[in-house]
Nanobody, 121 residues
Framework: QVQLVESGGGLVQAGGSLRLSCAASGSIFSINTMGWYRQAPGKQRELVATITSGGGINDADSVKGRFTISRDNAKNTVYLQMNSLKPEDTAVYYC???????????????WGQGTQVTVSS
């Protein structure tokens, strides 16, 4: 089993910055992909950004140029640097991790508890 512990959420003014962190622990051999999703009240959970163990990044158009995802494979930790925050970024942000076992290649996905990000105007 894998547990994901998030930190870094909070309240910030529009135009400000926050840095989210998510550390994975537990029965980990390798984590193929880690990322961030967010969910605003009354809306579906949506992709923010993901990053593979090799550094490949997939991010949403709404955050391009403002958010940067990174990871430290040795620490099993993923980060999200959020700059130029907008009120529409307000949401609960969830950490996600995907592992693929060897040698059988079984895929598992894990979610963190979520951390609140609120951007005021």
């Amino acid at each position: 089993q894998v547990q994901l512990v998030e930190s870094g959420g909070g309240l910030v003014q529009a135009g400000g910055s926050l840095r989210l962190s998510c550390a994975a622990s537990g029965s980990i051999f390798s984590i193929n992909t880690m990322g961030w999703y967010r969910q605003a009240p009354g809306k579906q959970r949506e992709l923010v950004a993901t990053i593979t163990s090799g550094g490949g990044i997939n991010d949403a158009d709404s955050v391009k140029g403002r958010f940067t995802i990174s990871r430290d494979n040795a620490k099993n930790t993923v980060y999200l640097q959020m700059n130029s925050l907008k009120p529409e970024d307000t949401a609960v942000y969830y950490c996600d991790a995907v592992t693929v076992t060897t040698p059988l290649g079984v895929r598992y996905e894990y979610w963190g508890q979520g951390t609140q990000v609120t951007v005021s105007s």
